[in-house]
């Protein structure tokens, strides 16, 4: 029975767990998308929000906590400048998990962990503008048959 025991221990003893949190939290700062097991993706979301919402408050006290969960000082000073600047404004939810299939070997579940805020494809707000401003709203199918038959009449006009 697994009475209360809310840790993932990934089949590994104690140092070696931590050890791995901490070389993927190290890896997800540094390259803000990384493709692991989808058992390990959710452990590390555990791990790393925390931390993150932490950097928001850039004091000496916050940076050596930080620094004692990644021992990485480069990763830290990242962590710090780049990506609390960038989450500034959300209250959590700073990781993205998406399944990705089965890994060939073993069948193992795989997963993309990344930064939310990091993703340019759906954080495009420029292209999801665009996109809106340059169709007109019309109501059900209406509007497109409008369009053509506009567009029909122009040609016959230019002949």
Do not use: C, W
């Not at 997800?28 to 929000?49: C, D, G, V």
């Not at 993150?52 to 990242?78: G, M, P, Q």
């Amino acid at each position: 029975m697994r009475h209360g025991d809310k840790i993932n221990n990934l089949g590994r003893k104690t140092a070696h767990r931590h050890a791995l949190m901490m070389n993927m939290a190290i890896a997800l700062i540094e390259n803000k998308r990384i493709f692991t097991t989808l058992a390990k993706a959710k452990a590390l979301r555990t791990y790393i929000e925390p931390l993150i919402t932490k950097s928001k408050s850039d004091t000496t006290h916050s940076r050596r906590i930080a620094f004692s969960y990644l021992k990485n000082k480069e990763a830290v000073s990242t962590l710090f400048k780049d990506v609390a600047v960038k989450v500034a404004e959300r209250n959590g939810g700073y990781t993205r998990i998406i399944k990705t299939g089965n890994r060939q070997g073993d069948a193992a579940e795989m997963a993309m962990i990344e930064l939310v805020d990091f993703n340019e494809i759906y954080n495009s707000k420029g292209a999801s503008t665009s996109a809106s401003a340059a169709k007109p709203k019309t109501r059900r199918s209406r509007g497109a048959k409008k369009t053509t038959a506009k567009k029909s009449d122009d040609a016959a006009q230019g002949e």
